[in-house]
């Protein structure tokens, strides 16, 4: 989480949105590819910091239930939100939303998927559309 805050708080502040990292509970380990794990966080993020306006709120944070064998790292934005009848297709490859098609190739949530599920994890969404959006990425604790 430490890494990215580091890597992305300066694209927020350049685009005047809030980027809060809580601090993560510090006896939590997972058995995974940082780097992958990072590849996904920030991929999640730039989307965050992507679509959401200035003024906006981006937040990464990390929640461990002890009755949970797994560990949820969130990402949630106050961007526009995903319309109920794209939410099934956000984690495929290639695809993008007409009415939010910007740059990029439609890889990167399908990337997050690919790592959640190497990890034996999952990723999943919630939005509300005028309100925003959060993924959340489930891991394996170790």
């Known amino acids: 989480l430490a890494r990215a805050r580091e890597q992305f708080a300066p694209l927020a502040a350049e685009k005047e949105i809030a980027f809060a990292v809580p601090v993560a509970p510090a006896d939590v380990l997972l058995m995974a590819d940082a780097d992958r794990v990072h590849q996904a966080l920030g991929n999640l993020i ?68 690919g790592i959640a599920e190497a990890h034996g994890g999952d990723v999943t969404v919630t939005s509300t559309v005028g309100e925003g959006t959060t993924f959340c990425l489930e891991l394996p604790r170790a």
């Open 46 to 113: 730039g989307n965050a910091l992507k679509f959401t306006p200035a003024a906006g709120r981006v937040t990464l944070a990390a929640h461990v239930d002890p009755t949970t064998p797994v560990v949820r790292l969130e990402v949630a934005d106050t961007g526009p939100g995903i319309a109920p009848a794209y939410l099934p297709h956000v984690f495929d490859r290639f695809w993008q939303a007409r009415e939010t098609r910007r740059a990029g190739a439609g890889l990167g949530l399908a990337i997050v998927k």
